[in-house]
């Protein structure tokens, strides 16, 4: 774990042996607290700012059983319980905790603020409630919860207790969403490359580069970012996490080599894996 200055000034680091290879996701809880999502190591923890660990979700090491082969999206047969390589955690205003249960199982986790599950929902495939990789998570301040539904290339909407309300298909390969204290929700879209295939766009035919979008508290778009060939700046390989400061500038993490989005894909030398777009 890495601490910076909102200039990239160097702070801290925790200390190694935290984290698998796949630390996932982080989220800074409305009062101070760090969670991090461990995607190989099935489970969420929390920390103080200076990494003591408060709280632990799921059982480390154990995934649940969704029949995942560990490869492909194809081989979860079934919604299991927490976890199977989770992705990403928002924390509600009463201190309740929603987990993308994404890689290896197609659900969303609710916990109260003391770590007890209260429900869960989501099963594997592309209609309303169900997903095909849930990656991200986002909670409005009115109570909605919207779920990047990566591979289904839609943001899907809920009340908190897992109702569905709607889906935004505005959208391509949405990895992560924040919100804004202007109140519109930034997404990181990962790219299509022509040759791939999408669930609901067919067969790529051109490449769809990877990007950043600003969307109002409907779903409407108001401006993108990105479109540019990878390693020039203001172009993006591949959005993986997005954060929002309380001055509206925006960050975005990147995965600049994965066979995830592409086979062999390696961005340009020198390609950022972490980018910050200043508000003007």
């Known amino acids: 774990m890495l601490v910076y200055e909102r200039d990239g000034r160097f702070v801290r680091a925790w200390p190694d042996g935290l984290f698998s290879e796949r630390a996932h996701g982080i989220t800074v809880a409305p009062d101070g607290s760090v969670w991090c999502v461990d995607d190989a190591d099935h489970s969420a923890r929390k920390f103080t700012p200076e990494g003591e660990l408060l ?3 799921g059982t480390p ?17 079934r919604a299991g319980p927490p976890f199977n390589r989770p992705t990403n955690l928002a924390v509600a205003p009463n201190g309740d905790l929603y987990v993308t249960d994404g890689y290896g199982n197609a659900r969303v986790h609710h916990f109260s603020a003391a770590g007890a599950l209260i429900r869960s929902w989501g099963t594997p495939g592309t209609g309303p409630g169900q997903f095909r990789l849930p990656h991200g998570i986002a909670l409005t301040a009115d109570g909605r919860v919207l779920v990047a539904d990566r591979e289904n290339d ?13 889906e935004w298909l505005e959208i391509q390969r ?5 919100i804004g204290p202007d109140g519109l929700v930034y997404v990181a879209e990962l790219p299509w490359l022509r040759g791939q295939r999408s669930q609901r766009f067919g067969e790529i035919g051109v490449d769809r580069p990877g990007r ?32 929002v400061d309380s001055r509206g500038d925006i960050y975005v993490a990147e995965v600049t ?11 340009p030398g020198g390609a950022p894996t972490l980018q910050k777009l200043a508000r003007r």
């Open 212 to 243: 950043v979008t600003a969307l109002t508290a409907d779903g409407d778009v108001v401006a993108r970012w990105g479109g540019r060939p990878m390693g020039t700046p203001g172009a993006f390989t591949a959005p993986h996490g997005i954060a």
């Open 257 to 267: 080599y994965t066979i995830g989005v592409a086979p062999g894909l390696i961005a």
């Open 61 to 77: 090491g154990r995934p649940s059983d969704t029949g995942y082969d560990g490869k492909a999206l194809s081989t979860i047969a």
């Open 154 to 166: 839609r943001i899907q909407v809920f009340d908190l207790a897992g109702a569905y309300v709607d």
């Open 55 to 57: 709280l632990v979700l």
């Open 174 to 178: 949405p990895t992560h969403l924040a």
